[in-house]
């Protein structure tokens, strides 16, 4: 058998995957096992921060295979440290947390905001606000937060003690003597690249603030220079107690992260929380690389790559409008996302949909070339 009859023949069927099998790449282009040359505008849903087979960071992440591939956590290793350092020293946070995805990132964060509500203002202190269109993972736990029904209909019952809310409605709650914490999106990804407005963001953090409510910002997906800051909040001048982020921080190996401020930075004690593969070593070598090359010139070159997409798609026969920010691009076309994302695939281009629009996460060093010649004929397929 072939790759696609083995993997139709023994994965679960839980993902509709496009009928093309990659084999290799470089960079923002990757070749299917034909030969055939695509342009990834998607990079892994984010993941692949400096593309596919980057020098650099492979140059770290083998480097790190020749010491040690992996440690308990009963140990310490250097590279888990020096990334909880740079991470805390980026971000003014004070302590880290290491898991392996967003979704484990998201379940830390509720667990240090509830035991820390539960010391300091109660146990029945428990609720987690989460916002309409949200997502923020597929555990039962993260599934429950996620403020999309149709997530939840087949795994009742869901963990309890969440409330989705329109952001509006958030600063109008009365009681709130069981609210722990309130977890945003500055960009819901998932939710179809809706990039909420800035004095919607703050008048939540102020709310929070005045109430005892501890807030969180989910940066799975916006995080780590995806949208022209190296975190959304950043663009907002927001004061997070706790960030999770994940997918484009070790650029293609599993790592979660999740930062908590000064408050909470005690919280989570011996035995609260623990990750068989968290701090990986090769993993947070592979994230020392990336975020160590995120730096100023290279967020103004995504937010400057971001600003010239959204110009030349609102320009496009057939585009309706364009949401996002830098490097995360949502577009609402009159045609069927699906049928378009399929017309791009034929073409030659990888991208992707969320809701009924076509999205953008290409790598966040994609050369401008690439970048022009994958949105010329991504234009061409919303115009046909």
Known sequence: MNTKQKDQQYVAHTYRRFPVEIVRGQGSEVFDETGKRYIDLGSGIGVTSFGVADPLWKEAVVAQLDQVQHMSNLYYTRPCADLAALLCQRTGMAKVFFSNSGAEANECAIKAVRKYQAEHRGKDCAVIITLKNSFHGRTLTTLAATGQ??????????????????????PLLEDTSRVAGILIECIQGEGGVIALPAETLRRIEAFAREREILLMVDEVQTGNGRTGQLYAYMHYGLKPDVVSTAKGLSGGLPLGATLLNEKLQDTLGYGDHGSTFGGNPVSCAAALSVLSRIDEPLLRSVQEKGVWIAGRLRQAPGVKSVSGLGLMVGIETEKPAGQVVAAALEKGVLCLTAKEKVRLLPALNIPWDVLKEAVEILCTCIAE
């Open 149 to 170: 029904d149709h997530y939840h209909e087949l795994f009742q019952p869901l963990t309890p003690g969440f409330l989705s809310l329109d952001p509006e409605e958030i």
